[in-house]
């Protein structure tokens, strides 16, 4: 283990003695600011910084925490069950690039998912952060959430084996015997969560928890108030936390907002209706191209690309020694909505989906699933199931099921697998344990919040964005492109404005744009 030895860093902080673990560092700059009774001794324990390499639980985070020479992780101690607070306990993993300058404080950051580490994200966004103001001011944090990454224990419910069978398995069969038959295996698939995770972690997974680690982790890390940066499903933890902790918000930037006054099933049609946008997108920049995939007549796409991605239900594609089904060749597709950038790597796997060949959509489908070079998967696919299961609220009706489906179809016609519209349970429907729904209400004393949001978002649509500005009373800065999330991505006029928010409060003027 890399030794760090960390130097006063201000005048709440305390170098703590004692025998820590060879090559751990031992700080305490909690308690600060309010603590909830009973949790004293979470909102003020001492946190260990070592090196990041042992945090690693993937191929792509050990390269990643090896190639960073900045960075130093911890173990944060917090209860499993917050209303049983000396009970068994676990741990949020950390990640802290120190700041350069006089700091103001902690800014944290969530990636989104449910599911994705915070960690790898810090450790990624980390030279664009050093390179600006924020790194003088910042101390950059990511934490992975309960149950991900390395934080301990890991919502786990298949191997890497079964998850590239599961991938394998379209479940497009729309008949009675083919929707009992997808039933069965998302009662098996929740069976399997709770024999491998714990109901008692599967109860405590969800949102409603993740914010008071959040809260935990604010005193622990010596801010009186919280500085969050939050992308995509991150902006509801943004959200929830200004619910829960008003008077401890001192900033929060939310960058690809989920609307939390939008029903279960409105957001899934809204999504719909954003990646058909982005397809259309696509399809249009594609149309210019000599070597469009989907020829020039972008009015035909959506039946082109059908015609491309269907026959693989019965004949997946040979990629090395496993097979693109046409799940995965959809899941590639969506993964390369969330960025202009991968758009002509798209039109090049589909032109090899045209000569038999699977390599790229593949490799799209694997980035989707956070699946490495050795084929092993993170977190990021179960996590996101068991913190959807336990956040909202259960749809059962099998009416509305079916209704959902002839929706979403309608709402996406490039996704029309030309199955009749019907739906099965799905695997919260056989959850284990109940949702822990948090109805949001009108949030008192919370200072402005700057969310920003894109105008062909295809996973978060704009619409969202706007709501979630006015739902918290907050400022709204647009973005005109194609892409998820655009906060530290390279734009300046983003980049130019969060800056400003973040380091002097100051929110951008009504109606600013940027493109």
Known sequence: MLFLALPLLASCTSVVT????????LEQRGPVGAVPAGLERFYGQQVGWEGCEPYATTGSTTTLYKTKKSIECARLEVPLDYAKPEGRTIT??????????????????NPGGPGASGMAAAASL????????????????????RGVGASQPQVKCLTDAERDADRLDDDLDTSPAGVAQTEAENKQYAEKCAATTGVDVLANVGTRDVVRDLD?????????????????????????????????????????????????VESLIAQAAGFQKSFDAFALWCATRQDCALGNDPSKSNQVFRDLTLPLVQRPVAVGDRKLSYNDAITGV??????????APLNTGLTELKNNRGDVLMLLADNYFDRDKEGRYSTITDAFNAVKCVDEPRVTDKNVLDDLARRYKAAAPFLDDGQPAAAALDSCAFWPVPPSV????????????????????????????????????????????????????????????GHEYLLNLTLPAEGKRCS
């Open 334 to 343: 969506i993964q390369a909505m969330y960025t202009e950038e991968l758009w």
């Open 126 to 145: 980390g030279s664009e952060v050093k390179a600006s103001a924020l790194g003088d001011r910042f101390d950059l944090i990511g934490f992975d959430p």
């Open 92 to 109: 949020i993993g950390l990640l802290r690039q120190r700041a350069l300058g006089e700091r103001i404080g902690s800014l944290i950051i």
């Open 18 to 25: 004692g025998s820590p673990t060879a090559g751990t560092a």
């Open 438 to 497: 948090q109805e949001h209400k009108a949030v008192a004393g919370l200072p402005p919040v700057l969310v920003i949001s894109t105008t062909g978002d295809p996973a978060t649509p704009y619409e969202a964005g706007v709501s979630l500005a006015q739902t918290l009373g907050g400022g709204l800065l647009t973005f005109e492109g194609n892409q998820h999330t655009v906060y530290l991505h390279g734009n300046k006029c983003v980049d130019d404005a």
């Open 216 to 264: 935990v982790m604010r005193s622990a890390l010596g801010d009186e108030k919280l500085t969050y940066l939050g992308y995509s499903y991150g902006t509801h933890i943004g959200a929830a936390y200004a619910q829960a902790f008003p008077g401890n918000v001192r900033a929060l930037v939310l960058d690809g907002a989920v609307d939390p006054t939008q029903g279960q």
